[in-house]
């Protein structure tokens, strides 16, 4: 048993195993997969971290721990995908994109991808003197991805230009908080006076016509952007101050700091 470790990653191909083993074979890879998370769900429970050795390694509560998506955002996606007609052209692009960003929607890598393109776009956004950098305090990648419908060709040239025209329609729900300054100079002899303050910022839904273009050679980078000013609605309100303030026009500042930020990269 002591090299039983070795033997499973590979290590010590020379060794022989016991006489007691036992052997599970699969014909395809995909079936063996189904194997190994049926024996992880059947010897998975409580995990004691005290007393590590090397078999540490053997527990599946340590070594695997698979996230699974909500039931309710997977029965969300079915239900939208048969909402409407206009589903069918789309529906098994929909159907992918969906199911992949329910896959991977958890993971920390999703998440850190998410909030460095978030960091990249605040980066960009010029706050008005009264306020200080924008900073994350805490993300949501919401629970749901956007909806492609109603695909159609717009063009494609001899040079080997392609433009794709399809509607856009985001519901997910994805949110983000961030915290910043607020300064406020209430008069000549008086000293600056500074509140920190935290915002929760929650994207309910984003609609509208997306061009995606394909260009020819030697780019052949894919573009896309919005061929207008997409209908936003954003929900902005405070977390946290550190005084009794009106928020009023905070939010209505950072509200359109934040379309504009979208029609500067998108539109």
Known sequence: MEHLVDILEGKA?????????????????????????????????????????????????LMARPLYCNTSDMIDLI?????????????????????????????EEFKTAFKNKIEEKLKKIRTP???????????????AAPFITNPRLKSLSPEGDLEVLVNFSYAGKAMVEISTKLFLNIGVGFKQRQFDIIMKITVNKINGELMVKLKSEPSSRLWYTFTGMPDIDLEIEPVLSSRNISYGI?????ENKFKDAIKTSLV
Not at 79 to 107: D, P, R
Not at 129 to 143: K, P
Request: charged share 20%; no cysteine; net charge negative.
């Open 250 to 254: 905070i939010t209505t500042i950072l």
């Open 79 to 107: 239900e939208t995908l048969n909402s409407t007609e206009h589903q069918l052209a789309s529906k098994w692009l929909n159907a992918l994109i969906g199911k992949l960003f329910l896959a991977t929607y958890k993971t």
């Open 13 to 61: 191909l020379n060794i022989t195993l016991p006489k007691s083993s036992r052997y599970l074979y699969a014909d395809t890879s995909i079936e063996k997969e189904d194997w190994y998370f049926s024996l992880l769900r059947a010897t998975s429970g409580e995990y004691n971290m005290t007393g590590h050795s090397v078999f540490d390694k053997l527990n599946p509560t």
């Open 129 to 143: 003197g009264f306020l200080d950098q924008l900073q994350i305090q805490r993300i949501d990648v919401g629970h």
